[in-house]
C-alpha cells in the first residue's frame, strides 16, 4: 500500500510541476506571448511555428488552444489559421516530451535550488516568477525519477506481476483510459512522461503505451473542449476543430500501431525513446497533412462551422458581456485584455446614451427617453460584470504592468457607471422641467448646450482612445479640456443670468433646468478626464505643477 501511494504521490508531483511550470512562464511573458502569437499569423506555416514555440515555453497546447480560441472569437484572425496555430502547439507539446524523457535527474536539485531562492527573494518580479518556473521544472524531473523508482518496487511484487500478467492488448479501451487521464490531470504532457516512464519500467507492455499515448493527445484536445464549454460560438470553434484534427489522426494512426512496432520499433532502442518518439511523430504526421495539404484546415474550419454555427448578426444583445471569457482567467494578461474590451463595449453605450440625450432636449422624444433610461441599467449591469470578471484575476499572478491596468479598468468602468447615472437624472429632469410643462430653450441657451454636449462627445472619445492606447500626450490634452470646459460652463451661466436680467421668457421657464444641466455637463466631464490621471501618474507626467494644482483645485470646487 505504502508502494502505491508512493506512486500516486509521485503522479501528483508530475502533474503539479506541469501546472507551475505553465502558469510561472504564462506570469512572465503572457502578453508577450500573445504579442507573438497575434503578429505570425499571416500564413499557416509561421502561425504553426508560432504555436509550436509558444507551447514549448508553456508546456500545453490547452494554454494556447485558450489564447488562440480568444483571437478567434475576438475577430483578430480566421479559423483555418486558428487551426494552424494549433497544429504547431501539438508538435511542441510532443517536442517537450523527448526532451524530458532524457535523463536530466541531475538538474533536479539544481532547479529546485535555484528556483526556492529566486521566487522566496523576489516573490512580485518577473525574477520571483521565472523561479517558479525552475522550480516547476525540477518538480517534473523529480517526479519521473520518483515514478521509475516506485514502479521498480511495484512490480517486482508478484501480486501485481500476476495482474500485470492478465493484461490483454484492448486498443480502443487504452485510448479511452489516456483520454480520461489526461483530462484528469489537465496535461497530456504529463501523462505521455507518465506513460513512457511506465513502459520503460516494464509496468505496462509497449502496445498499451502506445494506445494511452493516442488517447491523451485525444484527451488534451477533449480538456480544450470541456474548458471552452460555457464560452461564446467563436471561442469554442478553435478547440472543436483541434479535436476533429486529432481524432482524425487517432483514427487513421490506430490501424498501424502494430505495424509501427513491429517495423519501426528495433530502430529506436529503448521503451521510453520508442513511446515519446511515436508521440512526435504522431503530431508531426498529422501537423504536416493539416499544413502541407491546405485544402485540409479550410475542410475542418467548414465543418466546425456547420457544427458551430455563428450566431447571426444584428439582433438583440442587451447588455450581455461579449468579451469576459471564463476560460482566459488562467492566463491574466488575456483576461485584462478580455476585460479592457468590455468596459469599451461599457463606453459605447454611454456614449449612445450622451448621442441620445441632445436628441431628446432637441425633439421632445419620450419614447427615446424612456429607451436611454433603461440603456443605464445595461451599464450598471456591464460594470458589476466587468468588476467581478477582474477580482477573479489573481492579483498575485500579474506583473507590474498589468497591475495597472487592472487597476485603469476599475476606474474606467466605475466613472463609466457615475456618468450613466448623471445621464439618467438629467433625463428625469428633461422629463419633469422641460417636456411635460411644454417648455423650451431660448435659442442662444440651446446654442450653448449644443456647444457642451459636442465637446463632451468629443472629450468622451478622446478619453476612449486614452483609455485603449495610453498615450501620454492625448491624456494631458483630455485634461488641459477640463479646465478649458469649466471656464466655457462658468461664461455660459453668465450669459444665461444675463438674459435673465433682460426677461427672456424662455431663459426664464427653463432656468433651473439651464443652470442645473449644464452644471450636469459639467460633471460628466469631469469623471471623462478623470481618465487621464492613471496614464500621466504611471509616467511620472503627474508633477506638483500648474496642470495638477489646476486640476485639483477644481475637484475640490466640485
Known sequence: MKHLLNLLAAIALLVWGTHLVRTGILRVFGANLRHVLSRSIGNRFTAALSGLGVTALVQSSTATSLIVSSFVGQGLIALPLALAVMLGADIGTSLMAVVFSFDLSWLSPLFIFTGVVLFISRQTTNVGRFGRVLIGLGLMLLALRLVTDSTAVLTSNAAVKALLGTLS???????????????????????????????ASGVIPLDVALGLVLGANLGSGLLAMLTTARSAIEVRQVPLGNFLFKLLGVAAAAPFVGLWLRHVRPFLGEAAT???????MFNVLVGLVGLVFITWTQVVARWVEKLLPRPAKGGATGGRPHHLDPTALSTPSLAISCAAREALHQADVVESMLIGMLEIMRHNDLRLAEDLRK?????DELYSAIKYYLTKISREALGEEESRRWTDI???????????????RVLIDIEDKKIKPGRNFSEAGMAEICELHQRLLDNLRLGMSVFLNGN????????EEKARFRDLERAYANTHLGRLSDRTMQSMETSSLHIDLISDLKRIN????????????????????RLRQSAFSDSVSR
Open 375 to 379: 440603456m443605464d441599467d445595461t451599464v
Open 169 to 199: 492488448s484492448d486498443l480502443l479501451l487504452e485510448i479511452t483510459v489516456g483520454a480520461v487521464l489526461a483530462v484528469v490531470s489537465y496535461s497530456s504532457l504529463a501523462i505521455v512522461l507518465l506513460t513512457a516512464t511506465l513502459a
Open 410 to 424: 476599475i476606474s474606467f468602468t466605475i466613472n463609466m457607471e457615475q456618468i450613466g447615472d448623471i445621464i439618467e
Open 526 to 545: 469631469s469623471h471623462i478626464c478623470s481618465i487621464a490621471y492613471p496614464i500621466l501618474d504611471s509616467a511620472g507626467a503627474l508633477v506638483p505643477n
Open 274 to 280: 520508442t513511446v515519446v518518439l511515436f508521440h512526435l
Open 472 to 479: 501620454v500626450r492625448d491624456a494631458k490634452k483630455l485634461l
